[in-house]
Structure formats: C-alpha cells, structure tokens
C-alpha cells in the first residue's frame, strides 16, 4: 500500500472510532439528563424533591403510605410498584386542598414537610382508641376520624372542626344520643334550624354529624362549625351513625 493509501485507512479508522464513542456515549447522557427522576428504588438514598408523576422507589411508597393513613385513596398497583402515578396526584392535590396549599399534584418541600407531620406515626393510634371494640378515634392535626373496630382501622373519614373561639375540645367521652334527623338552632329562633342529620352527641351539644354545608363548599381558611365534627360525606356519616351504640367511646386529640 502506497504512503497516501496509509494515510487514509488510518483517517478513516479514527472517524470510524470517533463515531462508535458518540453512539454509545448518546445514551449515557440521556441517563444523566434524567437522573433526577427517581425510578430506581436502589439509587434513591435520599429524599429527593420535587416528588412528581412517573418518579417511582422507596420515598414513593412512603408518601403514598402517609397519604393512606390520612385517608387518602391509591391505586393498589402504583403502591405495590412504588409508583407515582395519576392516583398517587390526584392524592397529593387532595391533601393539598384539605391543608390550603397550591394543588399542583407534585410534592415540593413545604408539602412534603405537612404530610409528613399531619401524618406522624403511621399506623400507631393513641391507647384509648384500642380500648374498646368499637371507638372513633379523632384526630384534630391529621382532619380525620377513625373508625377503629376491635384494634384495627375499619374507616378513615374527613371532617372538620370548629372555628376559632368555638374550638372542638380535647378529651375522653361516650355517646350520650343518636339523632337521626337532628336540626340545631344556631342561626336564631326566627330563622331555619340547621341540618346536622345522623348525629352522634358526645359531649353536651356537640356531635360528630353530615354538614351538608361542608358537603358543598369543602374546606377553605376560616371554615368550620360551631365545636362539632363535621362530616362531609353522607355515606360515611351514615356509616358512622349506623356503627356506633349508645354509649359508644369518642375520643378527640
């Protein structure tokens, strides 16, 4: 071979070679674009945020376990995969109404941060609310009611609570009456008495009752009853009613 055709083999070997490092450099770069996407529950060694739709892993299944102690519904699949996925949104924008931070569905710090203390020790109720076959156990932080029945959470329901300066109270009480149509007379002697259907009273005029107004507006700043337990889906106040005796165990924290 002459020197010239030397030469040119070799150019030719070194764009040959130039080109193959670029085609097989082109994915890894593609990778590290990506890296922020949690995907690989072997690579997630720490809580990385935002947390949003297609991340998936460990710190997934742990929002996703938090947002179902606080009552709110995941797909079996995206929990069993770790998967944040149009279920695991749509919870995350519900724990952002209930808590009045933008509903954007992803999880930035600050929601990150209320979950996590609304949520507090997953699974672990307080001592009294095992007490007895069949409790409701409120917690005011978390805006839930628990229905535990012989030790185990049967049904978590939102409510909410009374406004500043009606404050529902903390403590220890039993069912006193069940009124199935009950009525309150808040507004005045001269107006409309107020529905407060499938009422459980518990401590003097309070009771945990459907709120057909917190039915329609949900929860906002400010909001509230006047100290009794609002619950805003009729289903599940008539669940609630249907499950609890007289003199059935409440206890609010």
């Not at 072997?42 to 947390?51: D, E, F, G, H, S």
């Not at 519904?73 to 808590?99: C, D, H, L, M, N």
């Not at 949520?119 to 009294?128: A, D, I, M, N, T």
Request: hydrophobic content about 40%; charged content about 20%.
């Amino acid at each position: 071979m002459s020197v010239w055709g030397r030469v040119l083999a070799s150019a030719s070997a070194v764009v040959m070679a130039v080109s193959l490092t670029a085609a097989v450099s082109a994915p890894a770069q593609a990778a590290v674009d990506n890296s922020h996407r949690q995907e690989n529950p072997a690579r997630q060694a720490k809580l990385t945020l935002p947390m949003e739709e297609r991340d998936r892993g460990r710190f997934v299944r742990i929002l996703q376990e938090r947002m179902v102690w606080l009552g709110f519904p995941i797909a079996w699949r995206e929990r069993v995969e770790g998967k944040f996925g149009p279920s695991t949104t749509r919870a995350v924008q519900s724990v952002q109404s209930t808590y009045f931070l933008p509903q954007d569905g992803k999880v930035d710090r600050r929601t990150w941060r209320m979950i996590r203390n609304v949520s507090g020790e997953v699974g672990v109720l307080p001592r009294v609310c095992l007490s007895e076959a069949k409790t409701l156990c409120i917690d005011k932080t978390a805006k839930v009611i628990r229905y535990v029945r012989n030790g185990k959470v049967d049904r978590t329901v939102h409510v909410r609570f009374g406004v500043p300066g009606l404050d529902t109270p903390t403590g220890t009480h039993r069912i006193w009456f069940r009124w199935r149509d009950a009525t309150s007379g808040i507004n005045g002697p001269d107006e409309p008495r107020a529905p407060m259907p499938f009422a459980l009273f518990f401590n003097g005029d309070i009771a945990v009752h459907y709120s057909p107004t917190f039915a329609a507006t949900g929860y906002y700043p400010g909001g509230g009853s006047h100290g009794c337990v609002n619950v805003a889906d009729r289903n599940d106040a008539i669940y609630l009613f249907n499950q609890m005796p007289l003199r059935g165990l409440v206890h609010v924290y």
